[in-house]
C-alpha cells in the first residue's frame, strides 16, 4: 500500500513563506507526475503544480513567480515552496500522484495541510 504524507502548512502573514512537503511511502518502484491542489471554502480544487518524473514543472498562473515545485527521487519527497504568500492562497493543499508499483500503477491523494495566509 501507498501513503502520501503533506506536511509543512500552518499559518504565515501576507508575504511570507512556506514550504510544503508530499512524502511518498510503500512498496514504490517509481513516482511518476505529481501534483499538487488547492481548495478554498466554497470552491473547487484547483490544479497549482505539476512536475512530471523528469522534473518539468507547470503552474496555474496565479502562482507563476511565487511558487516552486521540485522533487527529491530518492526520499520519495515533492516540495512546494510558497513565496509572497496572498490572502487568496488560503486553502488546504493536497499531492497526487502517480505511482508505479511491481504489478500496478495508481493514483493516490495525500490527507491535505491547511495553508492559511492573514493580511
Known amino acids: 500500500q501507498v501513503q502520501l504524507v503533506e506536511s509543512g502548512g500552518g499559518l504565515v502573514q501576507a508575504g511570507g513563506s512556506l514550504r510544503l512537503s508530499c512524502a511518498a511511502s510503500?512498496?514504490?518502484?517509481?513516482?511518476?507526475?505529481v501534483r499538487w491542489y488547492r481548495q478554498a471554502p466554497g470552491k473547487q480544487r484547483e490544479l497549482v503544480a505539476t512536475i512530471t518524473s523528469s522534473g518539468v514543472t507547470n503552474y496555474v498562473d496565479s502562482v507563476k513567480g511565487r511558487f516552486t515545485v521540485s522533487r527529491d527521487n530518492a526520499k520519495k519527497t515533492v516540495f512546494l515552496q510558497m513565496n509572497s504568500l496572498k490572502p487568496e492562497d488560503t486553502a488546504v493543499y493536497y499531492c497526487?500522484?502517480?505511482?508505479?508499483?511491481?504489478?500496478?500503477?495508481?493514483?493516490?491523494w495525500g490527507q491535505g495541510t491547511q495553508v492559511t495566509v492573514s493580511s
Open positions: 510503500g512498496a514504490i518502484i517509481r513516482i511518476n507526475t
Open positions: 497526487n500522484a502517480d505511482v508505479q508499483m511491481v504489478f500496478t500503477r495508481a493514483d493516490y
